[in-house]
């Protein structure tokens, strides 16, 4: 009888065990929770006119689904942005809107029919602070990388062959892509007691000789991290494709100051500057390391403190370089003598400003520099001011529907786009084609 009591036991056990099994399985088979997954996220961070923008996340769905399934409102997505420089690093939060939203491969492509992978693209703009994952500290007047934490929680069941999939949410960052900025290497060289960092973009090995071009953030990418002297603006453009083809490759060394190029010797832009020497040994090296730098195509510009900078360089060596384009250059036209107008007037040089910008007053700056030039004869040298900074994307605009305008200052803007141009024998002939076309040796390129 205990026998029998067992047996029958053991038989409920088994029966409850089985059922309990096939509930399982068929919960596996039909609605899918993310309650107990673990699921992660990762960005891609693109540089924009106006500075960086995170424009996408990427969620790990964990297992794939089909295409279309996934729309704009299937998640939402929060935002929380930290600034560790800060007594209280809280900057902001809120929700970013998703503009669209595909499913892909592991490899990132989107056509696919199945992809484990929900890439969700936001909303981003001049004006859309939430988006960018840099920060402009008002008491060092320095941008940084900041933090900013993603909160990604499904909205609406994702519909599958085999049920849905529902219940998502993650905060767990795995990393992101840095467009552009991640083909650059970086590096520092310290000259007599001055340590400089740089970032740098090399092309595609051959045995060509390539021109250099050399680009000097402004005030507020300056510090220990050379990534912000390429990101914090656009001077990765340089390294695009688009800007790269008039060269058929270049060097792009772009070093960074820990403070400011404009720290003279008695003040704070009195014409000098305490890392002009170490700024000019700087270059030299990099050129000597780099034998497929062609030495007699060294390029060079900056944008306000770098075009202060710029003026300096110039002025120091102005045989050394091939050309010159300053923007927005901060260097008083009071600081430049007559002897300097003749060191450099037969340098080719192109200037861009805005005449809006309040920062650096135009009249005060480079307009009477230009006009010296020109009186003293200089040949090749050329002065684009616009009459304001626009968007000329035509992706942004005012309430009006006007083109958005941007600070008079930001005149770098039109220089990374190459939207800076001039009419040469009838000819538009845009600053890209122009530096392409400097050499010390010019008699063995092509004319316009």
Not at 24 to 50: A, C, H, M, P
Not at 148 to 164: A, H, M
Not at 323 to 344: G, H, Y
Request: overall charge negative; some cysteine; hydrophobic content about 40%.
């Amino acid at each position: 009888m205990k026998r029998n009591l067992k047996n029958t036991a053991k038989i409920i056990l088994l029966s409850m065990l089985a059922a309990g099994a096939a509930s399982v399985f068929r919960s596996r088979k039909g609605t899918q929770t993310g309650k107990n997954r673990l699921t992660t996220y990762e960005t891609v961070t693109e540089i924009k006119d106006w500075g960086p923008a995170i424009t996408k996340v990427i969620v790990d769905l964990g297992e794939p689904v089909p295409a279309g399934s996934v729309t704009a409102d299937t998640f939402q997505v929060h935002v929380q942005r930290s600034d560790k420089r800060l007594v209280n690093p809280f900057v902001e939060e809120g929700y970013r809107r998703v503009t669209s939203a595909y499913v892909t491969d592991k490899a990132r492509n989107p056509d696919v029919v199945r992809g484990r992978y929900a890439v969700l693209e936001m909303e981003i703009g001049p004006t859309v602070t939430l988006g960018s994952p840099m920060n402009f500290h008002m008491d060092t007047f320095l941008n940084d990388w900041i933090e900013s934490v993603y909160t990604i929680t499904q909205q609406k069941d994702i519909l599958t062959p085999t049920g849905k999939v529902s219940g998502l949410m993650t905060d767990v960052f795995s990393g992101g892509e840095r467009k552009l900025v991640d083909d650059f290497g970086t590096g520092e060289a310290a000259y007599e007691g001055i340590t400089l960092t740089y970032a740098d973009y090399k092309p595609v090995p051959d045995k060509k000789k390539h021109p250099l071009i050399i680009w000097l953030h402004g005030m507020g990418e300056g510090g220990t991290d050379p990534t912000i002297a390429i990101a914090g603006n656009k001077a990765v453009h340089f390294a695009s494709e688009e800007i790269q083809s008039y060269f058929e490759g270049a060097y792009v060394l772009a070093p960074q100051t820990p403070t400011f190029w404009m720290d003279g010797f008695t003040g704070f832009g009195d014409g000098t500057s305490k890392y002009k020497e170490a700024l000019m040994t700087l270059i030299q090296d990099y050129v000597a390391k780099h034998p497929n730098i062609d030495p007699d195509r060294i390029l060079i510009g900056g944008d306000s403190n770098g075009g202060y900078m710029t003026m300096l360089l110039i002025l120091h060596d102005p045989a050394y370089f091939a050309a010159a384009f300053p923007t927005c250059e901060a260097l008083k036209d009071a600081l430049v003598s007559d002897e300097d107008i003749q060191r450099i007037k037969d340098l080719p040089i192109w200037f861009i400003a805005a005449e809006t910008d309040k920062t650096v007053p135009v009249n005060e700056y480079v307009v009477p520099t230009y006009n010296r030039l020109i009186k003293a004869g200089a040949a090749d040298v050329h002065l684009t001011l616009f009459e304001k900074v626009l968007d000329l994307s035509g992706l942004y605009k005012k309430e009006d529907r006007t083109p958005y305008e941007y600070d008079g200052h930001w005149s770098w803007i039109p220089v990374y786009n190459n939207d800076v141009s001039r009419e040469v024998d009838g000819k538009k002939v845009t600053l890209m084609e122009w530096l392409a076309n400097q050499s010390l040796k010019k008699e063995k390129l092509p004319p316009f």
